[in-house]
Each structure stands twice: as structure tokens, then as C-alpha cells.
Nanobody, 120 residues
């Protein structure tokens, strides 16, 4: 079994910054793609940023230039640095990881979510 635990969410004023972390643990052989998604009330979950095992990144247009995704493979951890936050960034943020387990089963895992609230 694999667990993803997110941290770093909170309440911040517009223009502020937050750094989200997501640590994976459990029966992990390797992790391929990792990503951050968000879901605002009444809206569908959307991709914010993703990073491959090789370090290639992709961002939603709405966060380009304001967010940076990175990972520490030794710690099985992915980060999302968010700057110049806007009220429309308010959402629950979830991390996702494509994991190959020690039993060589490939599955996607999700974290429990962390709330980010940006006040105007």
C-alpha cells in the first residue's frame, strides 16, 4: 500500500506565497509522474502542474509564471511553490503519483487534499 500525505496549505492574502509538499510512503519501487491538482467548490478537479520522473514539467495556463513544481526523488516528495496567489487560486489541492510498487504493480495514488484559501 502507498500513502500520499500533503502539507503546506493554509490561508494567505492575495499576492502571498505558499509551498505545498506531498510525501509518498509505503511499498514503492519507483515513482513516475507526480502532479498537483485542485478542485474549487462547484468545479471539476483540474491539473495545476505535473512533473515526470525525468524532471520535465507542465503547467496550467492559469498558473504559468507563478508556480513551480519540483521533486526530491530520494524523499519521494513533490513540491509546489505558489507565488503571487490570487483569490481564484482558492481550492483544495491534491497530489497524485504514478507508483510502481515493490510487487511491480503500477497504480495512481492520490493524497487527501490540503486547503488553500487566498483572501482578497
Amino acid at each position: 500500500q502507498v500513502q500520499l500525505v500533503e502539507s503546506g496549505g493554509g490561508l494567505v492574502q492575495a499576492g502571498g506565497s505558499l509551498r505545498l509538499s506531498c510525501a509518498a510512503s509505503g511499498s514503492i519501487f519507483s515513482i513516475n509522474d507526480m502532479g498537483w491538482y485542485r478542485q474549487a467548490p462547484g468545479k471539476q478537479r483540474e491539473l495545476v502542474a505535473a512533473i515526470t520522473g525525468g524532471g520535465s514539467t507542465d503547467y496550467a495556463d492559469s498558473v504559468k509564471g507563478r508556480c513551480t513544481i519540483s521533486r526530491d526523488n530520494a524523499k519521494n516528495t513533490v513540491y509546489l511553490q505558489m507565488n503571487s496567489l490570487k483569490p481564484e487560486d482558492t481550492a483544495v489541492y491534491y497530489c497524485k503519483a504514478g507508483v510502481l510498487s515493490r510487487q511491480f504493480r503500477a497504480s495512481d495514488y492520490w493524497g487527501q487534499g490540503t486547503q488553500v484559501t487566498v483572501s482578497s
